[in-house]
Structures are given as C-alpha cells and as structure tokens.
C-alpha cells in the first residue's frame, strides 16, 4: 500500500474478532519496531508480547482498554540508556518508544491488522503488574488483531492544513 493510504485507511480498531495473530505477523510487527530510529541509536526500546491468557487477565487489570485483543505489545524504554540532552537533561526515552511504537501500529495495519494506541494506564501499577524492572519505563500499549468494527464516523475528519502548519 502507497504509505499516504496507509496513513488515511488506518483506523483505530475498538474491537477485534477474537482471532490470533499468527507469529510471522508477530515477528514482522517487532522488526518494525526494531528497525525505528532512535536518539543516538541508543535503542532503547523494551518491548513486551503480551499474548498469554494469565498475562491478558493482568492486562485487564490495568486498563479496561484490552478490546477482546489475543496479542498486545507494550512499549517501553530503559531509560538507563536512552539518550539524555546535555542542555536540560530531557530524556529521549518516551519520544523513542513513541517512534518505535507508531512504526509498529503501521505495520500491523500494512499486515491488514488492526490496532489500537493505548496510554490509559498507571505506569507505575503496569510495571508491578508484569513485575519489570525499575529501568523499565511503559509509554504505550498495542492491543493488537483482527478488527471486528469499522472506523469511528469522525475518523476521516482532520483540520486543514493551514490549521496546523504555520511558515516562518
């Protein structure tokens, strides 16, 4: 698919069919996520495979926002390598899971998934959850499948461009 459709065709999918991802799909959607650019190349991104049914009934713990997925992906970063600007500190470290992570949404609607960005969640309560690591930061979740509902009506609405973008 033309990458611009990609982006105009790709909903956020509030439901899915019940049907597993298959792991090919699986593999392809993190090697997206690999292949992301990152501050410094430092690649921090630590991405967890949610797709167990004890970890699905945890997941649901956190968020009611699970849709019926088989899979989830959370994307976090360890922020004991992310890159640090030197003029105020700033970690890098959410903007690079971020990256990773829209890479990863388009993948999985290039495969004919559907995904859905989830970041109502306590981060804190995620990582006790799944037991990570203090280094490990949650950014976002991807329940991730087949979609089993069409777009929002207002999924097509957008500003127009000069709404947006301003020349200086």
């Known amino acids: 698919m033309d990458l611009l459709n990609l982006f105009k065709e790709r909903y956020s999918v509030r439901k899915f069919s019940g049907k597993?991802?298959?792991e090919e799909k699986i593999n392809q959607i993190l090697e997206a996520g690999r292949l992301a650019p990152t501050a410094v190349n430092n690649q921090p991104q630590r991405?967890?495979?949610i797709k167990s049914e004890e970890a699905l009934d945890k997941l649901k713990t956190v968020t009611p926002y699970t849709f019926n997925?088989?899979?989830?992906f959370l994307i976090c970063y360890d922020n004991t390598i992310s890159w640090k600007r030197p003029f105020d500190g700033m970690d890098f470290g959410y903007i690079d899971a971020s990256i990773v992570t829209t890479q990863m949404m388009l993948e999985i609607a290039n495969l004919g998934l559907?995904?859905?960005w989830v970041g109502y969640f306590d981060a804190k309560v995620?990582?006790?959850t799944f037991n990570l690591p203090e280094n490990i930061i949650p950014?976002?979740?991807?329940p991730a499948g087949y979609?089993?509902?069409a777009p929002s009506p207002r999924h097509a609405e957008r500003l127009a461009i000069n709404e947006t973008v301003k020349y200086i």
């Open 47 to 49: 991405i967890y495979v």
């Open 147 to 149: 979609p089993d509902a």
């Open 139 to 142: 950014v976002a979740l991807l």
């Open 114 to 116: 559907g995904a859905t």
């Open 126 to 128: 995620m990582s006790k």
């Open 20 to 22: 597993k991802i298959e």
């Open 69 to 72: 997925t088989q899979t989830a």
